[in-house]
């Protein structure tokens, strides 16, 4: 059975940085975690969930929403399975909690395989 633990969170001072992980297990050989898309979302307080960074199976695309460009980078170590997200000069709005997705998109046979970490609560405040 696949699984996501998210480790990182932390009440924090803005302006400070703090570096997100994503810890897998459970993938097999056919469906290794290189094979899988990374997402980073998050949920502030009163928002609905969003997508805030995503990186590619083979590690070579990633996108970000506006809020965290610039301050935000998505990387991954397949070989460990895992997946981190650093944030710097976090803001207060950034407060949330941050989801780790991995999904997979065969379409040869139109199964995705979607999965979910728990997640980790990120807090920003002075």
């Known amino acids: 059975e696949v699984q996501l633990v998210e480790s990182g969170g932390a009440l924090v001072q803005p302006g400070t940085s703090l570096r997100l992980s994503c810890a897998g297990s459970?993938?097999?050989?056919?469906?290794?975690?290189?094979?899988?898309?990374i997402m980073w979302h998050r949920q502030c307080p009163g928002k609905e969930r969003e997508l805030i960074a995503q990186?590619?199976?083979?590690?070579?695309?990633?996108t970000y929403i506006d809020s965290v460009k610039g301050r935000a980078a998505i990387s991954r170590d397949n070989a460990a399975a895992i997946g981190y997200l650093q944030m710097d000069s976090l803001k207060p709005e950034d407060t949330a909690v941050y989801y780790c997705?991995?999904?997979?998109?065969?379409?040869?046979?139109?199964?995705?395989?979607?999965?979910w970490g728990h997640g980790t609560q990120v807090s920003v405040s002075s």
């Open positions: 997705n991995a999904r997979l998109y065969i379409a040869s046979l139109g199964i995705t395989y979607d999965y």
């Open positions: 459970g993938f097999t050989p056919g469906l290794s975690f290189s094979r899988f898309d």
């Open positions: 990186l590619t199976g083979g590690g070579i695309m990633t």
